[in-house]
């Protein structure tokens, strides 16, 4: 059997690695399209908002993350100045875990449309951190050094899934917004939304088991590539053209 004839490679390996290509990229399509923080635009400050307008109430981009393996939520956000600029200055991440609602909307400036929750995370400059859970009416107070600042810019902090009780969502399913904001009581001190008028649903750290077929899927690729390679300088194919 002319085993050349069967696999002629003008005809089939474009297709093979297109077919390849087609799997890579559909393996890699979530990753990316989970691992990507929110952007949000310089110098957005609300109209609302009667505070000082520094870089560090103006939030450049942020993340709520949940990771399968660890069983934990990781929020970070990267502000437009150092932390610790504003007296005052609050990060406040608003989570919907199902029974959220647009809890600003009834407040004097009206603001928040699209911004939902049932239950905030609000992190303080000095790396402490309070979560209140409207729901269940729990508050949990987390001590100095939970919180990361790196770069005087940037906030980060993992947090156990088990503080974020579903109040109907899967946890996969919950979605977030961020607003820093100059002290608590009123809507004025609110100086931006990130997103802007909507919630975003939470990212997903990949298991290793997705990293593993990834990589798996990449050495399959690079393989056939090669292989590719040796068969089209191969004086067996010449000669059988
Ligand atoms: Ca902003
Ligand atoms: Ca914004």
Redesign the pocket.
């Known amino acids: 059997m002319n085993l050349c004839a069967l696999e002629p490679a003008a005809a089939t390996t474009p297709v093979s690695r297109r077919l390849l290509l087609s799997l890579m990229a559909g393996l890699l399509l979530p990753l990316q399209a989970l691992a990507i923080p929110v952007t949000?635009?310089?110098?957005?400050?609300l109209a609302t908002y009667t505070g000082p307008q520094n870089g560090d109430m103006?939030?450049?981009n942020a993340d709520v993350s949940y990771n399968q393996a660890s069983d934990a939520f990781r929020f970070s956000a990267t502000l437009?100045g150092a932390i610790g600029t504003t007296d005052g200055a609050l990060y406040v991440y608003g989570l919907d875990r199902g029974q959220g609602t647009e809890r600003f909307l009834d407040g004097d400036p009206s603001i928040g449309t699209g911004v939902v929750f049932d239950m905030v995370v609000v992190i303080r400059p000095d790396t402490t951190a309070i979560i209140n859970d409207f729901i269940n009416n729990q508050v949990t107070q987390l001590s100095a050094g939970t919180v990361q600042i790196l770069n005087d810019s940037f906030i980060s902090v993992a947090l156990d899934a088990d503080l974020f009780p579903s109040t109907g969502f899967d946890t996969s399913d919950y979605t977030w917004n961020l607003w820093p904001r100059q002290g608590l009581g009123n809507n004025v001190q609110i100086s931006?939304f990130?997103p802007d008028a909507s919630n975003v649903g939470v990212s997903q750290v990949p298991v290793p088991s997705t990293l593993a077929l990834l990589g798996i899927a990449g050495l399959g690729l690079l393989r056939r590539r090669r292989n590719t390679a040796v068969d089209l300088g191969s004086p067996r194919r010449f000669a059988a053209a």
């Not at 949000?40 to 400050?45: E, K």
């Open positions: 949000d635009p310089t110098g957005d400050f103006d939030v450049l437009d931006d990130a």
